[in-house]
């Protein structure tokens, strides 16, 4: 039902205008009076002038980080196609009110309120840093939502956009930590490592089914990433479901340790999603050495086709990570990995040599049971 607007009653007041000129910031709350019980709220409408435009979008910020910001309310605001998906998040008082004023909006209309919850804390927050971020449905692959939003079934659409909020937090903490500067002034030798996470899309549809799939996800990448941070890697990509990792040192050991870690993680990841078919889900690491320079793009290109082939390796053998001789030969003698002889020699299906760790998680599954587990994922 479309609600008119009438004017504000509800004591939740747009700031002063100096306070406008903040719209663009999403740092963490500074000045809060800590009242105890907070609130979450989801809900879900609709855009009530069809398509959602830049505009709309852009007038519904300029208001509300300011007032968020000022109210001590955080959240994320998700566009997709003609529907608003919104989460937000704050002392029970403030977002009460908020929700009021947001239910009496003449821009939305079909108002569905999807999910309300009390929390005592603040570190229980789920969009700590965000007044209110905006994130476009549009860019993640949304087709099955959209489709299914058409109807406008907004719980079907609710399950599939919460499976989807774990991509767009999974890719946006990967963009948070690009921010890390690489600082490649002159031409040096980087270990490089590709990591390609098999069956990624499959695996997501089939996440949203699963109670607390989508958090154990982001939680999975947010490990990753501190894990990456720990060894001095730099992560500086993120394509489809690949990462691309450079590690400055002169030793590729730091390189080989994230590999293991990362297969050890998601071998965690997976035993906590518990589902059998989950074993579908794993990495494709391809590492190599290569002179770098940040200014000459072709180099990483040309080292990217070099990674790519390594990873086309592993997809062609048991194991999940494949590296080539530069690395190996760069492998200290006296390195746990050499003297306990971890490093295996394989002959890729090009009869190119190549080596990988020994490792149990390293091991895939075989090719038979693969088909078997993903047939089952269909
Ligand atoms: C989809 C949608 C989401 C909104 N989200 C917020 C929000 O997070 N915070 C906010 O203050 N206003 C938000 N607004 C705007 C409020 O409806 C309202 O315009 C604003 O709180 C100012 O209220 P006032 O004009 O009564 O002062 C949103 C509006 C729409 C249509």
Not at 13 to 37: D, F, H, I
Not at 189 to 210: P, R
Request: charged share 25%; net charge neutral.
């Amino acid at each position: 039902m479309k609600k008119s607007r009438g004017s504000s009653n509800s004591g939740l007041r747009s700031p002063e205008p100096g306070l406008e000129q903040k719209a663009s910031s999403s740092k963490a709350p500074t000045q809060k009076p800590q009242p105890n019980v907070m609130m979450r709220i989801h809900y879900a409408s609709r855009n009530t002038s069809g398509y959602i435009t830049e505009q709309t979008k852009e007038s519904i910020l300029r208001v509300a980080v300011p007032m968020n910001e000022k109210f001590n309310i955080t959240g994320v605001l998700i566009c997709v196609k003609d529907m608003f998906f919104q989460i937000i998040e704050g002392p029970k008082q403030h977002l009460e009110m908020l929700f009021e004023n947001i239910m009496r909006d003449p821009r939305h209309c079909n108002i569905t309120k999807l999910d309300s919850t009390l929390f005592q804390d603040e570190a229980e927050r789920m969009f700590p840093a965000w007044y209110m971020k905006q994130l476009d449905g549009m860019s993640w692959s949304s087709d099955d939502l959209t489709s299914r939003a058409g109807k406008f079934k907004v719980q079907d659409a609710y399950c599939a956009l919460k499976n989807m909020i774990a991509t767009v937090l999974a890719s946006e903490y990967l963009k948070q930590a690009s921010s890390y500067n690489i600082s490649m002034s002159k031409e040096d030798a980087y270990y490089v490592m590709m990591v390609d996470f098999m069956h990624y899309k499959k695996f997501l549809y089939h996440l949203h089914q699963i109670e607390g799939g989508y958090q154990l996800l982001v939680k999975f990448v947010g490990n990753m990433l501190e894990m990456i941070k720990r060894h001095d890697g730099k992560h500086i990509m993120l394509m489809e479901s690949s990462i691309l990792i450079l590690f400055e040192k002169d030793i590729p050991d730091h390189a080989l340790s994230v590999a293991v870690k990362l297969l050890e993680n998601l071998d965690s990841f997976r035993k906590n999603v518990n589902r059998e078919e989950m074993e579908a889900f794993y990495c494709n690491i391809g590492i190599t050495k290569a002179l770098l320079n940040y200014k000459k793009l072709t180099s990483l290109n040309n080292c990217i086709s070099k990674v790519s082939r390594l990873q086309n390796a592993a997809d062609s053998c048991a194991y999940c990570v494949v590296f080539d001789e530069c690395v190996f030969d760069s492998v200290g003698l006296n390195s746990a990995w050499k003297s306990q002889n971890l490093l295996k020699k394989i002959v890729t299906e090009e009869e190119e040599v190549a080596f990988t760790i020994v490792n149990d998680k390293n091991i895939k599954v075989s090719k038979e049971e693969m088909m078997e587990l993903l047939n089952r994922l269909h």
